[in-house]
């Protein structure tokens, strides 16, 4: 589960993965009623409401967070089944999956097969549930498997293609048809798009770890339980490789369009060549977000998505002009979005780029300078809306450009009575001082300790002074 940038919102979700990351046998389980001392164990411990709301059951998770607090887990695992059972029946989704998720937290506890186990649960679960419920299952479940997965990974890589085996038990699958089931909930997971743009994510608010600032700009991010969805996935495809494609039809980004403004990026064709290739599905999820808040009036969502897909474009397009192609869309971007606070994340992003160009050897007179334009713009964005993120980030990049450095390389291997050189390097500094010592030729043999005479020297003045001036 990634941090969307400065504002993400943490749902329950990544519990699930952080939860049931670990390895089978490295836990112990507690299957008794004695109170257990659980300093010994790392357990992570997911926030409780407890105000005293019928439709949060708040009186049902204080029970629950008093039992944990003991070390009771299997009484506080009967109390979520009673909560889980209530929200089903009241069709309170957020807490459903809240419920859900602390089950699958007291299970990591109780039960030797938790993983096992708790992939059972969640499939039972998406199989049953009803909409927006089954989406959100699709999500959890995805990040059980990819967690199996990730603790299991030397062992799926190893194992050769199974016929004739258990279907539904994971422990017999292959690589493939692991990463075939993982990509099959993710993908689950954004059905019934229309519907899911329907349903803003502060209904979720139960299931969501957040304080008024985060909370106000998640809004704008991730408006919708279809946008906080999108980027689940989207996180996932961006970072993860299973590293298996159907023959000789690896999808390959090999179009400069995907570098393009959204115009001309939404209309894209793709075509779909490797049903296992993560780019392919974080670029049709991009194309499908992007499209989802074209129109916007409030362009922050709009913003944030079309950077992320520039950034992961630009780390992964196979054309010589990718430079070129990235920062013409960011000088498209900053011209339409003059108005929005968020056109100083598009100007960061450009400042960025002269910043990480600046030392590269390059005809281009531009990046003998780079340093100098980067601060230039981060100016320009401070100056323009000097409270907005963006702002912040280029006052960051500000502090890294100006940052004072210092340093010094000499000659592995000195000729006898030759001149030794060396090579003064800094930045962000008019003069730097040196004193030169001349060591005596016996203090290795005397087992002088290095600053012991160089104490020494610097006392009785025998040094001669050098300055290196910025000419």
Request: aromatic share 12%; proline share 2%; net charge neutral.
């Amino acid at each position: 589960m990634k941090l969307l940038t400065n504002y993400k919102i943490w749902i329950f979700a990544g519990l699930a993965f952080v939860l049931l990351s670990s390895h089978e046998c490295s836990k112990s389980k507690h299957l008794t009623e004695e109170p257990y001392n659980a300093s010994s164990e790392v357990i992570v411990n997911t926030p409780i409401d407890f105000e005293f709301d019928p439709t949060s059951y708040g009186a049902n998770w204080k029970k629950v967070d008093s039992l944990t607090k003991k070390g009771l887990y299997k009484s506080a695992f009967e109390e979520v089944k009673v909560i889980y059972s209530l929200a089903r029946t009241d069709k309170n989704y957020p807490q459903v999956i809240k419920a859900q998720l602390h089950k699958l937290k007291f299970n990591t506890y109780l039960d030797e097969n938790d993983f096992i186990n708790a992939i059972a649960e969640m499939d039972s679960l998406t199989q049953n549930a009803e909409f927006p419920l089954k989406q959100i299952s699709h999500l959890l479940t995805a990040k059980i498997y990819y967690g199996y997965y990730n603790a299991n990974r030397y062992t799926i890589m190893d194992r050769t293609a199974t016929q004739d085996f258990d279907n539904k038990d994971v422990r017999t699958w292959d690589l493939r048809k692991i990463a075939e089931t993982i990509t099959h909930h993710y993908i689950a997971s954004v059905s019934e798009a229309d519907a899911l743009k329907q349903i803003s994510i502060e209904d979720f608010k139960d299931i969501l770890n957040y304080n008024a600032t985060s909370m106000e700009n998640s809004l704008k991010l991730r408006p919708t339980l279809y946008d906080f969805l999108v980027h689940e996935s989207l996180d996932f495809f961006l970072t993860a490789e299973f590293g298996i494609s159907e023959n000789d039809m690896k999808f390959v980004l090999d179009n400069e369009s995907y570098l393009s403004g959204n115009k001309i990026f939404t209309h894209l064709k793709i075509d779909k060549k490797d049903s296992l290739s993560n780019i392919y599905y974080a670029t049709k999820l991009f194309q499908e977000i992007t499209w989802a808040h074209s129109n916007d009036e409030d362009r922050s969502a709009l913003i944030d998505v079309t950077l992320k897909r520039l950034d992961f474009m630009y780390n992964n397009v196979i054309v010589d002009n990718k430079d070129e192609l990235y920062l013409k869309t960011l000088n498209e971007l900053i011209k339409q979005n003059t108005k929005h606070e968020s056109v100083t994340e598009i100007i960061y992003k450009k400042a960025n780029w002269y910043f990480k160009n600046a030392d590269k050897n390059s005809l281009d007179d531009s990046l003998k300078i780079g340093k100098k334009i980067a601060n230039r713009l981060c100016e320009e964005a401070i100056a323009l809306y000097p409270d907005a993120y963006g702002a912040s980030s280029c006052k960051h990049l500000q502090g890294q450009i100006k940052q004072k450095a210092l340093s010094l390389k000499m000659e592995g291997v000195v000729a006898p009575k030759t001149n030794q050189k060396y090579l003064v390097d800094f930045k962000n500094l008019d003069t730097v001082y040196f004193r030169l010592l001349k060591f005596p030729n016996d203090y290795k043999i005397k087992n002088y300790y290095q600053s012991e005479v160089i104490a020494d020297l610097l006392k009785d003045g025998s040094y001669k002074r050098v300055v290196v001036t910025n000419s």
